[in-house]
């Protein structure tokens, strides 16, 4: 009746949930807004997300080969990686520079450390950092949303040659003939110039900015839907966005002409959807439930600090990766309470 | 109107904790039989913690059924009775569950022999003081039926000047795919009041507690339409909850209380008793009987007609397994439930007293699941399971580079039961349960 018998030690059962179902499920909930940023921003938006998630899981595949971890794509993290650097970068940034964010990202925000689980930052955003630094002009240079024509032609500055600058696109946007274009994002307008965007376009996303940071509604609807499939700890986005709100308020009832109201922080720059996805980051966040609550504040008024006294318009990229270094800590201080004990 | 009440009330629970999958409705409904004796009965002398008993027949001795074969080795130990009239075969070595062979004692049955007990003692209980009872407790062989096996009557006489002040009797029954407590707290509900009469006094104790997962309304209304109207008795019903049944969780669930590190039941002023235990102490003891057989629930996805039965101590698996049926290959049989349960290497394992299910799992190539393991990704679903609270995931990475000093020095190791939670729920499918083990073990060796 029997040949062998397995042997196994207990528990005998598993949950049917796994690390790359985690995973695609964020790429499924990213879809949306992704596809939102090609809506909205054209040929270009897409070129860019396709750029750089390609490159970010190319890295991926070639260092874990060299590291001898075998083949760690399939575990789709690479791919959120390079989703989201796509969606945090102006649509009209050049692909080659897209390109070394991506590669900067995974190579040195993630495969450095020893791959999946192992990174400090979020690699994202440690990508994004780098180009920030090194492309200062070409992160700041925006475009129109709903330029007309957006589905047959290019950005010119996206397809700009691997180690040059960008060509400006200052007189292409003239040649759109577009009624109160000033080149700057709301966030930028509110910061040195104090015009305040109407909060509900900031809130659907018919403004200019990052390719995938502009509809903060729907970035809430696809955060919400992974937090409710238990996929993302819901404690981060609202602690984020709790410390954000907070820090505004009393700026704002200072003088509301000078300081942004606390639902224009919220939806404005790439608040929204650095807190739902990106401080959200399972492996670089605290892992203890009161250190997540801690993390996401701090990170929620760090965000506002550098936004209302930095020289920078946005500072939620900042604040996510000094709050990524300080994770460790939050976790070491926040052990639970072990049972029995006092 | 007592029903919409209800809704309001929230049943009593611990923190965290998890869901599993129940699959108890493959046998909650099927009442207990009996089964045939199998041909030999293999009666290890270690069912128990404790010291193994003494055998007290020799080869080719005829027993009765229920005739005491083997007596308790001091305080920490219990007697064995013979489950079938036959003859002794041998006593020699018998393969166990846990591996290692242990002494045993091989009954050759006889042939039509009957399910009838032909032994019993004159035994009172309505009359003996406290130190009887706990002797007489003893002298039944029981032990807890629940999966503990600790000798029922050493928590009724804790060590120094603790007091018992209450009795919390646990029919949780929170492991997935088991029913038979279920099934006796329906069937065999007055033999259990007899069984938490005896407990209380033999105790001391001012008042027992029944606690009930609220998955079972059945058991939760009969138990309380039947409780003795003189008695300091309650049924009170818990949250549904893995491991709600671990005795650690189940007083912080009705009592509020928590045992400290490394304490005692009793420390609280608590001794735990599993419904399944004080049954067989209420039908036993009045008969002057020993523990004889008990009631396994055999199911799994594997097994053809699954139920509850009344098995004879001493059944081997191969035998249980084919009055039952089985179709396809063979993966993992279980001793117990499938989150804390021992998978057995053979199928001449008998069925011994803590034996509280036999489930046959499918193999793991065809159970479907993904056993890729990937690096720990600090989810954290591991810290929201563990009822007592550790951090299994850092746990989990002190294990990996070994470092299992530091584990049980700084992050308290020693305080985990192995209720599995931290495996079932991690993403990652790091065996994070059977590292602990492991490191648990080693540090044994090496304080040893």
Same mark, same amino acid.
């Given at each position: ?29 990213? +879809? ?23 490159? #970010? ?39 080659? +520079?897209?390109?070394?964010? #991506? ?30 630094? #090194? ?5 700041? *240079? ?104 907070? *820090? ?23 608040? +929204? ?43 939620? +990229? ?25 | ?27 909650? &409904?099927? !009442?207990?039989? %009996? ?156 033999? =259990? ?13 001012? %008042? ?22 003189? =008695? ?17 969780? =189940? ?62 101590? &001493?059944?081997? =698996? ?68 563990? !009822? ?61």
């Amino acid at each position: 009746m029997v040949k062998d018998i397995e042997i196994r030690s207990s528990p005998h059962l598993k949950r049917k949930m796994t690390v790359d179902r985690i995973m695609r499920s964020v790429v499924l909930a990213l +879809m949306p807004i992704s596809a939102f940023a090609v809506w909205q921003f054209g040929l270009s938006a897409l070129l860019l997300l396709v750029t750089t998630t390609g490159v #970010a899981v190319l890295t991926e595949w070639f260092f874990a080969r060299q590291s001898g971890q075998g083949n760690t794509i399939g575990d789709w993290s690479a791919v959120i990686t390079g989703l989201l650097l796509g969606l945090t970068l102006p649509p009209g940034f050049p692909l080659w +520079m897209a390109a070394v964010a #991506a590669f900067v990202a995974i190579a040195l925000g993630k495969a450095l450390f020893g791959g999946l689980g192992y990174n400090v930052m979020n690699p994202a955003l440690v990508g994004r950092a780098f180009v920030q630094a #090194a492309f200062p002009v070409a992160i700041t *240079t925006w475009t129109p949303a709903f330029a007309p024509g957006r589905f047959v032609e290019l950005i010119p500055s996206t397809l700009t040659l691997p180690f040059m600058q960008p060509v400006p696109v200052a007189d292409w946007v003239a040649g759109l003939n577009l009624d109160g274009w000033t080149g700057a994002t709301p966030l930028a307008m509110q910061k040195f110039q104090h015009l305040e965007a109407p909060l509900t376009d900031a809130f659907t996303g018919l403004i200019a900015g990052s390719a995938g940071e502009t509809s903060a509604l729907l970035i809430l609807l696809c955060g919400l839907w992974l937090a409710w499939r238990r996929m993302l700890d819901w404690r981060i986005p609202v602690s984020v966005l709790a410390g954000a709100a907070l *820090t505004a308020l009393p700026f704002w009832l200072l003088d509301p002409h000078l300081y942004p109201s606390p639902g224009f922080v919220l939806c404005s720059g790439g608040l +929204m959807l650095a807190a739902w996805f990106m401080a959200s980051d399972m492996v670089a966040s605290p892992v203890t439930a009161k250190g997540a609550i801690l993390y996401g504040l701090f990170i929620g008024v760090l965000t506002v600090v550098i936004r209302l006294f930095g020289g920078l318009p946005e500072g939620v +990229m900042y604040a996510i990766l000094l709050g990524n270094a300080v994770g460790p800590l939050i976790s070491s201080w926040t052990q639970p309470r072990v049972y029995g004990s006092k | 109107m007592a029903d919409v009440l209800n809704l309001f009330q929230r049943p009593k629970t611990f923190g965290h904790g998890i869901h599993p999958v129940e699959h108890k409705e493959l046998t909650a &409904g099927q !009442p207990i039989r %009996r089964l045939p004796f199998a041909p030999e009965l293999i009666i290890p002398l270690s069912q128990h913690k404790g010291r193994p008993a003494i055998p007290v027949v020799k080869v080719g001795q005829e027993v009765v059924r229920g005739e005491p074969i083997a007596q308790a080795d001091g305080f920490v130990s219990v007697p064995m009775h013979a489950p079938a009239t036959g003859v002794i075969r041998a006593i020699g070595l018998a393969p166990t569950a846990e591996g290692p062979k242990t002494p045993a004692i091989f009954l050759k049955v006889y042939h039509a022999a009957s399910q009838q007990v032909l032994y019993g003692l004159d035994c009172e209980p309505e009359r003996m003081n406290a130190k009887n009872l706990i002797h007489a407790v003893q002298d039944a062989g029981l032990v807890g039926l629940g999966g503990g096996a600790f000798p029922s009557h050493v928590k009724m006489k804790p060590p120094g000047r603790r007091i018992i002040e209450t009795l919390v009797v646990n029919g949780c029954e929170c492991e997935p795919y088991l029913t038979c407590d279920h099934r006796i707290m329906l069937e065999h509900t007055d033999a =259990l009041m007899r069984g938490i009469r005896i407990a209380l006094r033999a105790t001391r104790a001012e %008042r027992a507690i029944i606690g009930i997962e609220d998955n079972k309304p059945d058991a939760l209304a009969h138990l309380r339409a039947r409780l003795p109207a003189h =008695l300091p008795i309650t049924v009170e019903a818990v949250k549904t909850k893995y491991p709600q049944g671990a005795e650690k969780m =189940l007083i912080k669930s009705l009592l509020g209380l928590e045992i400290p590190p490394g304490g005692l039941t009793a420390d609280v002023g608590v001794a735990v008793y599993n419904v399944g235990t004080l049954a067989q102490m209420g039908d036993l003891l009045p008969k002057g009987r020993g523990l004889i057989e008990r009631v396994v629930t055999v199911s799994g996805p594997l097994v053809e007609r699954p139920g509850n039965f009344m098995v004879p101590i &001493g059944t081997p =698996l191969r035998f249980l397994l084919k009055q039952v049926g089985l179709h396809g290959a063979i993966g993992q049989v279980i001793l117990g439930g499938p989150m804390m349960g021992m998978s057995v290497a053979s199928l001449d394992v008998p069925v011994t007293k803590p034996v509280s299910g036999v489930l046959v799992m499918e193999r793991e190539e065809s159970s479907q699941k993904d056993l890729r393991v990937y690096p720990c990704i600090k989810c954290g679903e591991c810290l929201n399971a563990c !009822p007592m609270s550790l951090n299994p995931s850092l746990l989990g990475e002190l294990a990996l580079v070994r470092d299992y000093a530091t584990m049980a020095g700084q992050h308290h190791l020693d305080h985990c039961f192995e209720c599995g939670c931290c495996a079932y729920v991690c993403p990652s499918n790091i065996p994070l349960t059977q590292y602990f083990r492991i490191a648990k073990s080693i540090n044994r060796d090496r304080k040893g």
